[in-house]
């Protein structure tokens, strides 16, 4: 059994996620530039996967080394690569079509679905408590959105929300695969699959660049397996609950690198929705905590409602 994590780990832990939220707002400030500057989404993706394939390499030989690529069960990350490549691909648009801090607040409603996909797929207990925090925060993704006004488009909108979906049905993949499975295994085989995978569809999709698209193409490659190797790193070292609630101030940086780089900022709707889904998703956390401190206190009596 591993030792209990230590308060250095923690706070190890939470500069870690820190830094993982600062670059993936980082990446996605890339993301959108590419496109800006003529890159297909399909195309971002494949460059994203291959120009990170040499941090994924490093981390894997200064690390577990070879041994930590050994799968149990290949069926099952074939699956997960098929569920993540979509993911990503839907992702990747929402950010191509939503400014930058809207496309960040609807991503902060993966808890929530992932919550209920667990509930359903996993059967996780989900009591009372959490389905009013899942429900309320929908309704702040609701005030976001707009339904009906001239904010956002809806088609954008909607991408949004069901890229959250698939990025919530991700994180269920992972529970699944994380009881038989290693993080190492689970982050080097999606990086060669997605790499391979976009990599047979460039016949139709590469094109000329100039130096500055290049140069955004590896930018995006290189903070996107950064950000995933720093926020698989923070997971050693502190469990979820403790570090979910720091991922919220990537809000933060994405209204400022829209407002640096777009020169665009967040709607009144869209602070008041976020203020919404962030308390919600807060709650859950909280929720979460509490579960565990009883289940740890009293480890023969039933699990409490959630």
Same mark, same amino acid.
């Given at each position: 059994?591993?030792? &209990? ?29 590419? $496109? ?6 399909? =195309? ?9 394939? &040499? ?18 069960? &290949? ?26 801090? =809207?496309?960040?607040?609807? $991503? ?60 919530? *049905? ?11 499975? $290693? ?14 995978? *976009? ?39 502190? &469990? ?26 967040? *709607? ?11 308390? $919600? ?6 929720? =979460? ?18």
């Amino acid at each position: 059994m591993a030792p &209990p994590a230590s308060p250095a780990d923690y706070r190890r832990a939470i500069w870690l996620r820190l830094a993982a939220g600062l670059t993936f707002a980082i990446m996605a400030a890339g993301v959108k530039l590419a $496109s800006d500057h003529g890159a297909h989404v399909v =195309e971002i993706i494949f460059y994203r996967n291959l120009f990170s394939l &040499p941090l994924v390499f490093g981390w894997l030989l200064v690390g577990p080394g070879w041994a930590g690529t050994k799968v149990v069960r &290949p069926k099952a990350h074939v699956s997960r690569a098929i569920i993540g490549l979509t993911g990503m691909v839907l992702n990747f648009q929402a950010i191509r079509m939503l400014p930058l801090a =809207e496309a960040t607040v609807i $991503s902060f409603s993966v808890p929530f679905f992932a919550t209920a996909l667990a509930a359903i797929f996993l059967a996780e207990p989900v009591g009372r408590h959490r389905w009013t925090a899942i429900a309320v925060g929908l309704v702040g993704v609701v005030i976001v959105v707009q339904p009906g006004g001239s904010h956002i488009e809806p088609v954008a909108a909607l991408v949004g929300i069901v890229a959250a979906l698939a990025v919530a *049905t991700v994180t269920v993949t992972l529970r699944q695969l994380g009881s038989t499975e $290693s993080a190492t295994a689970t982050v080097f085989w999606f990086s060669i699959a997605s790499t391979i995978v *976009t990599g047979l569809t460039m016949p139709w999709f590469f094109q000329a660049h100039d130096a500055v698209t290049w140069g955004l193409l590896l930018w995006v490659g290189i903070a996107g397996g950064a950000a995933q190797l720093v926020n698989t790193a923070s997971l050693r070292l502190a &469990p979820v609950p403790v570090l979910a609630p720091f991922d919220y101030l990537q809000l933060l940086w994405a209204v400022l690198l829209g407002w640096l780089i777009w020169q665009t900022s967040p *709607t009144a709707a869209t602070w008041a929705g976020a203020a919404v889904i962030v308390a $919600s998703g807060l709650y859950i956390v909280h929720r =979460e905590r509490a579960l565990r401190r009883q289940v740890s206190a009293a480890p023969e009596s039933p699990r409490p409602e959630a």
